[in-house]
């Protein structure tokens, strides 16, 4: 069984950056995706927002298109670990952000974008930036 704790979180101002980490234990991951999600303060009733995944390491990767040319999305497979670089960062980007890991699929086509290809969550790290 996968297991996920995120770090990194914290406050930035605008135009700043942040790194999230997400560690995955219980299991390699390095064949199955993973992918960063993001819930916004007062949005609770809603599903959490598709940030960023990896279909598998050196698979191809997808951005939603918010935060396309601003965050990264990355891997350390001796770690064990997925990353989530933050550059230039916006208030809007203010959200509680959620490591996830899709790991019925092995080395799937495409990076999942939809919250119910994942199985396994992360606690989740506040990310808060102001203007």
Known sequence: ??????????????????????????RTFSNFAMGW????????????????ASAYSGGSTDY???????????????????????????PEDTAVYYCAAATSTVIPSWPPKRRNEYDTWGQGTQ???SS
């Open 37 to 52: 999600f993001r819930q916004a303060p007062g949005n609770l009733g809603r599903e959490r927002e598709f940030v960023a």
């Open 127 to 129: 990310v808060t930036v």
């Open 1 to 26: 069984q996968v297991r996920l704790a995120e770090s990194g979180g914290g406050l930035v101002q605008a135009g700043g950056s942040l790194r999230l980490s997400c560690a995955a234990s219980g």
């Open 64 to 90: 939603a298109n918010s935060v396309k040319g601003r965050f990264t999305i990355s891997r350390d497979n001796a770690k064990n670990t997925v990353y989530l670089q933050m550059n230039n960062l916006r």
